[in-house]
């Protein structure tokens, strides 16, 4: 199985700080991959697909980037609603799709 | 509106079965893949299982193979999750998940965009 490294697992930000999330991979998985976002309590909603295409109806401020192995997720400007645990999940093996634990993104 | 809605979840003891359902509405659900992920207390997303559009290709994690199945119903727009054996690691909120996928250049990229909100299963004595 491929398995998926975020760092770091927890963050604590300001509004209006820009902040990095980086997910690796065990193995090239070229742009198969995926970012999510989950609020407590709710299901995870797609931010970013193909590693850097911004599905539709989210917020330009988030940002997708990598291939191969190393990929990183990026808020450009950090908003209260953005607080939430993100996850990158790859597609290389789909339909095996693997997650990476989440990164856990709190108010300073 | 495009909507997936899970049914089923709720305490069993370990060893015990449970069927999980997933209603879709709002698309051509015969038309798509669908998942089932889970996400123990406190923990990250797994996926459980695929199923293909007609119902022909399965997939299962390691973790469930040989206790779940998997199966759809393509005239009652509905998925399902047979559980047996039920462990207490498999205690966890399920969401069955629709899969799409985009063509770029010469490359098929899969990602789910339709999520239903989840149904929580404990199995505990």
């Known amino acids: 199985d491929i398995q998926m490294t975020q760092s770091p697992s927890s963050l604590s930000a300001s509004v209006g700080d820009r902040v990095t999330i980086t997910c690796r991979a065990s193995q090239s998985i070229s742009s198969y991959l995926n970012w999510y976002q989950q609020k407590p309590g709710k299901a995870p909603k797609l931010l970013i697909y193909a590693a850097s295409s911004l599905q539709s109806g989210v917020p330009s401020r988030f940002s997708g980037s990598g291939s191969g192995t190393d990929f990183t997720l990026t808020i450009s400007s950090l908003q209260p609603e953005d607080f939430a645990t993100y996850y990158c999940q790859q597609s290389y093996s789909t339909p095996r799709i693997t997650f990476g634990q989440g990164t856990r993104l709190e108010i300073k | 509106e495009v909507q997936l809605v899970e049914s089923g979840g709720g305490l069993v003891q370990p060893g015990g079965s449970l069927r999980l359902s997933c209603a879709a509405s709002g698309f051509t659900f015969s038309s798509y893949e669908m998942n089932w992920v889970r996400q123990a207390p406190g923990k990250g997303l797994e996926w459980v299982s695929y199923?293909?559009?007609?119902?022909?290709?399965?997939y299962y994690a390691d973790s469930v193979k040989g206790r779940f199945t998997i199966s759809r119903d393509n005239a009652k727009n509905s998925l399902y999750l047979q559980m047996n054996s039920l462990r207490a690691e498999d205690t966890a909120v399920y969401y069955c998940?629709?899969?799409?996928?985009?063509?770029?250049?010469?490359?098929?990229?899969?990602?789910?965009?339709?999520w239903g909100k989840g149904t929580t299963v404990t199995v505990s004595s």
């Open positions: 199923i293909s559009s007609s119902g022909s290709t399965i």
């Open positions: 998940a629709r899969p799409d996928q985009i063509r770029v250049d010469y490359y098929y990229y899969y990602y789910m965009d339709v």
